[in-house]
């Protein structure tokens, strides 16, 4: 099912390595059936990823000023050079790995979302988010 999307077939067509990157984003609530759809891909790349990155687009600041970003594929595909201040290695590390994709574990996702709310930066698909992942997870 998620290889089968554009977006991460689009992906693996860039040849990042995959043991050094993780999906973020609502990428985890697609991978778990949370969301039938998905506007984009952020991917979080560790050193290696992020220097392929490097050679297939120019970084900027990402919108929200935490980190730098490469967007590539008119849009759908975001590789982040961080991730609100998580540590690139832990966030890799601590993955789940579905159909040999790296992605953010949904606690996690719950847990930068909530942040992200409570910051008062959070959107109303933010909320709407929460609360799927809560359902979930009981």
Same mark, same amino acid.
């Given at each position: 099912?998620?290889?089968?999307?554009?977006?991460?077939?689009?992906?693996?067509? @860039?040849?990042?390595?995959?043991?050094?990157?993780?999906? +973020?984003?609502?990428?985890?609530?697609?991978?778990?059936?949370?969301?039938?759809?998905?506007?984009?891909?952020?991917?979080?790349?560790?050193?290696? +990823?992020?220097?392929?990155?490097?050679?297939?687009?120019?970084?900027?600041? +990402?919108? @929200?000023?935490?980190?730098?970003?490469?967007?590539?594929?008119?849009? +759908?595909?975001?590789?982040?050079?961080?991730?609100?201040?998580?540590?690139?290695?832990?966030?890799?590390?601590?993955?789940?790995?579905?159909?040999?994709?790296?992605?953010?574990?949904?606690?996690?996702?719950?847990?930068?979302?909530?942040?992200?709310?409570?910051?008062?930066?959070?959107?109303?698909?933010?909320?709407?988010?929460?609360?799927?992942?809560?359902?979930?997870?009981?």
């Amino acid at each position: 099912m998620v290889r089968e999307h554009p977006f991460f077939q689009q992906l693996m067509s @860039l040849r990042l390595p995959v043991e050094d990157y993780v999906i +973020a984003g609502s990428g985890p609530m697609f991978a778990h059936g949370l969301r039938r759809d998905i506007g984009d891909i952020d991917v979080v790349a560790g050193s290696v +990823a992020w220097s392929r990155a490097l050679e297939l687009g120019h970084p900027e600041t +990402a919108p @929200l000023g935490y980190a730098q970003h490469v967007v590539l594929s008119g849009g +759908a595909i975001e590789i982040l050079d961080g991730w609100f201040g998580y540590p690139v290695d832990t966030l890799i590390t601590e993955a789940e790995i579905i159909e040999g994709i790296r992605f953010m574990p949904l606690r996690r996702v719950l847990e930068w979302k909530l942040k992200f709310v409570d910051n008062g930066v959070g959107r109303e698909k933010d909320r709407c988010d929460i609360e799927l992942i809560r359902q979930y997870l009981q």
